[in-house]
């Protein structure tokens, strides 16, 4: 199993553009999240999924859009990037118990 | 509102000491206590998680305690080294209908030789 992966690892944007950051899990998990991090802050939960179809806002949603059409993937979508979402984002999914991290995307804007 | 606080932010003790990280939450209703563990520059990994049907849990040098009346829960470090120098995060289960998992703000831990 290559647990979740997450692409790309890093990205510089310029203010105003958008992008999507890919996730994937290969462990038929149910729940799927995102997370920023950030000096100081911990992770931040920006939107979470219950399953395909299934999404709900996590403590900093604005500006970011999430869908989950299959099981396996759970893309995040910046639509007009700001300086502000410069951080590291990780996906993340889990069964009943333990949460798995992907390995992060380093992400830029100037 | 779903919150946890943790304390200390920062923490530095002497190889073989012990470390104590303390973490409170907001819903009486989290039933999952989950411990994360991340060096620099990698992803947060699991270490040791508790369910509320449990009052300690321990797995050889790292033990977890709750109090689910005062809702606050603790991660205990005994004969720390090196090694264990990393930023751990305590987090909460808010609504078991959604999984929903809210870290904490993160304790540096520094082991000094």
């Known amino acids: 199993n290559a647990g979740v992966t997450q692409t790309p690892k890093f990205q510089v944007l310029k203010t105003g553009q958008s992008m999507t950051l890919q996730c994937a899990q290969d462990?038929?998990?149910?729940?799927m999240s995102w997370y920023r991090q950030d000096p100081g802050m911990g992770l931040r939960l920006i939107h979470y999924?219950?399953?395909?179809?299934?999404?709900d806002q996590g403590e900093v949603p604005n500006g970011y859009n999430v869908s989950r059409s299959t099981t396996e993937d759970f893309p995040l979508r910046l639509l007009s990037a700001a300086p502000s979402q410069t951080s590291v984002y990780f996906c993340?999914?889990?069964?009943?118990?333990?949460?798995?991290f992907g390995p992060g995307t380093r992400l830029t804007v100037t | 509102g779903e919150n946890v606080e943790q304390h200390p932010s920062t923490l530095s003790v002497q190889e073989g000491d012990s470390a104590v990280i303390k973490c409170t939450y907001s819903?009486?209703?989290?039933?999952?206590f989950p411990w994360y563990k991340q060096e620099l520059g990698k992803r947060p990994q699991l270490i040791i998680d508790?369910?509320?049907?449990?009052g300690e849990k321990k797995d050889q040098r790292i033990a977890v305690t709750l109090n689910k009346t005062a809702k606050h829960f603790s991660l205990h470090i005994t004969e720390t080294q090196p090694e264990d120098s990393a930023v751990y995060f305590c987090?909460?289960?808010?609504?078991?209908?959604?999984?929903?998992?809210?870290f904490g703000q993160g304790t540096t831990l520094q082991v000094k030789p």
């Open positions: 993340a999914s889990r069964d009943g118990g333990q949460q798995y």
């Open positions: 462990m038929n998990h149910e729940y």
């Open positions: 999924s219950v399953g395909a179809g299934i999404t």
């Open positions: 819903d009486s209703a989290s039933n999952y």
């Open positions: 508790i369910r509320s049907n449990v």
């Open positions: 987090a909460a289960i808010f609504s078991s209908n959604t999984g929903k998992l809210i």
